[in-house]
């Protein structure tokens, strides 16, 4: 079945600094992909639509500047945190649209803290 | 703001038990689908429901839709404690493969020994 690989599943990093999330889709080929945030015992929001070849469709409320997303092939689509803080420490897990009634398919998710 | 309300938001029972949870949307969806999340990982993907349908089985997975109270439900028959997790419902509001979707509260379920 779809396969959707996130890495890394865990981050620490220092305010100020940058962190790059990554999600390929291993055996598939994904225009677009969803990137997800949620918090302890949180639903998930959605954060931003990724699409292959094209900038990213942010959700209100959402700062295209400090999320960046690029996805530059069909198999690859990465979420940039830029300048982290402390309160950008979240779940964040992207996804990626499966076959007809499949459902979508979810990477396993990275757990980002910031101190 | 959250497209769906789940409940109960935590539910505790005992293996071999039935476990429902209720969804609860507010505009026309083309399918709705289920989704389980164990404690810090992604989510699987358990059923999709369209519309058009009224009910859907998948082995202990029962899902019912009912579009004009907008809701719906999720069985899980003869609980195992591997079935600990969470469960959210998602929306799908577009007809094309690639539709936002947009989830629930989510239902804690705890199944003990």
């Known amino acids: 079945g779809a396969v959707v690989s996130q890495h890394p599943s865990w981050v620490i990093c220092k305010s100020g600094t940058s962190v790059k999330i990554e999600c390929r889709s291993l055996?598939?080929?994904?225009?677009?992909m969803f990137w997800y945030r949620q918090f302890p015992k949180q639903s998930l929001m959605l954060m931003a639509t990724?699409?292959?070849?094209?900038?990213?469709?942010?959700e209100q409320g959402v700062e295209k500047d400090k999320f960046l997303i690029n996805h530059a092939s069909l198999t690859l689509s990465t979420l940039t945190v830029t300048s982290a803080h402390p309160e950008d420490s979240s779940f964040y897990i992207c996804?990626?649209?499966?076959?007809?009634?499949?459902?979508?398919?979810f990477g396993s998710g990275t757990r980002l803290t910031v101190v | 703001s959250q497209q769906g309300e789940e409940d109960p938001q935590a539910l505790s029972i005992q293996e071999g038990e039935n476990a429902t949870m209720n969804c609860s949307y507010k505009?026309?969806?083309?399918?709705l689908q289920w989704y389980r999340q164990n404690s810090g990982r992604g989510l699987v993907h358990l059923i999709l429901?369209?519309?058009?349908?009224r009910e859907k089985h998948s082995g202990r997975l029962r899902v019912t839709l009912d579009t004009s109270k907008k809701s719906s439900s999720l069985l899980i028959t003869a609980s195992r404690a591997a079935d600990t997790a969470s469960y959210f419902c998602?929306?799908?509001?577009?007809?094309?493969?690639?539709?936002?979707?947009?989830f629930g509260t989510g239902t804690r379920l705890q199944v003990t020994l």
């Open positions: 505009t026309s969806i083309n399918n």
């Open positions: 055996d598939f080929q994904a225009t677009t």
């Open positions: 429901i369209r519309s058009n349908e």
């Open positions: 990724s699409n292959e070849g094209s900038k990213a469709t942010y």
């Open positions: 998602a929306t799908a509001l577009g007809t094309g493969t690639a539709s936002k979707l947009t």
């Open positions: 996804s990626a649209p499966g076959w007809r009634a499949t459902g979508y398919t």
